[in-house]
């Protein structure tokens, strides 16, 4: 089922229905104010209407010690800011209590892949009547993901993404398997691949995680030709100096490219002579 969403500024941005491919983007974690307008501002610059991201609060780093973000009040008033400058906002909740506070402030509550279990957290994001963005676990199998999908739907919420971020390959890998995008088409919600995440190394840099930002094209190339509905980017302008996981970020200079690159087949995929041919 399409999911559409209409951005302050009233722009429309449609998951799914055969539509044009959607783009999800932002920093992985709120570094500053400032930095989040920076960056939104920059985003649309390249790319038009788009979901900015960032998260309040990073809950799962690899070290106690690494920078989690302004915390859950900062955090939302930061993102609410942004909201009323006109951009759609997506963020991620870790505990139920945190569900009714974060849909006042953002346009679509995530639910994070280690997360996507959590019953509880599931459907109190769900019953906040926003968007809901299940990311699929590492270790849960695409077709199993129908579950998670039923338990949103349980508080009458039907509109629902879910997000492909690759599997456990071993240790300290990530693979991805294309046909689990098809497979969790067949859930007949909007499937997003997150591309950046798809690369990531978990824990392979000792008290963080790698990365292999040089394969994102090449993943979110391969996704969207199985006809994806939305591309999910980590964005930063300088991935070195990043506070969470600027290891497997986009480039922000080479956001452009690459969306003006994934565009064009998406357009061939949904088109009209591709999809009869």
């Known amino acids: 089922m399409p999911v559409e969403l209409i951005t302050p500024r009233?722009?429309?941005?449609?998951?799914?229905?055969?539509?044009?491919?959607?783009?999800?983007?932002?920093?992985?974690?709120?570094?500053?104010?400032?930095?989040?307008?920076?960056?939104a501002a920059e985003i649309q610059r390249r790319a038009g209407p788009f979901v900015f991201k960032a998260s309040f609060d990073k809950a799962n780093r690899s070290s106690v010690k690494s920078y989690r973000g302004p915390g859950l009040k900062e955090g939302l008033r930061m993102l609410?800011?942004?909201?009323?400058e006109g951009y759609a906002v997506l963020t991620d909740i870790h505990e139920p209590s945190q569900a009714g506070p974060a849909a006042e402030a953002v346009d679509i509550l995530q639910i994070p892949a280690f997360l996507c279990r959590q019953t509880d957290l599931i459907v109190e994001a769900a019953r906040t009547g926003r968007i809901v963005n299940i990311k699929k676990g590492q270790f849960v199998a695409p077709h199993d993901?129908?579950?998670?999908?039923?338990?949103?739907?349980?508080?009458?919420?039907?509109?629902?993404?879910?997000?492909?971020?690759?599997?456990c390959f071993g240790y300290n890998n990530l693979v991805v398997d294309m046909r689990g995008l098809a497979i969790l088409k067949e859930t007949g919600c909007p499937v997003v691949f997150d591309a950046t995440h798809s690369v990531q190394l978990p824990g392979a840099a000792g008290q963080a995680s790698g990365g292999q930002p040089q394969f994102i094209e090449v993943l979110a190339r391969a996704a969207v030709a199985v006809g994806i509905d939305a591309l999910?980017?980590?964005?930063?302008?300088?991935?070195?100096?990043?506070?969470?996981?600027?290891?497997?970020?986009?480039?922000?200079?080479?956001?452009?490219a690459l969306w003006r690159r994934v565009r064009s087949i998406d357009r061939l995929v949904k088109s009209e002579e591709f999809l009869h041919a």
Do not use: Y
Not at 14 to 37: D, K, M, N, R, T
Not at 148 to 162: D, F, H, P, Q, R
């Open 145 to 167: 993901m129908r579950l998670a999908v039923e338990k949103a739907a349980s508080a009458g919420n039907t509109k629902i993404l879910l997000t492909e971020r690759g599997a």
């Open 232 to 256: 999910f980017v980590e964005v930063h302008e300088a991935p070195e100096r990043a506070l969470s996981d600027g290891a497997n970020a986009l480039r922000l200079e080479g956001l452009e």
């Open 80 to 84: 609410a800011g942004l909201r009323r």
């Open 10 to 39: 009233g722009e429309r941005i449609q998951f799914g229905g055969g539509a044009p491919l959607a783009l999800i983007a932002g920093p992985c974690v709120i570094e500053s104010e400032e930095h989040l307008h920076f960056l």
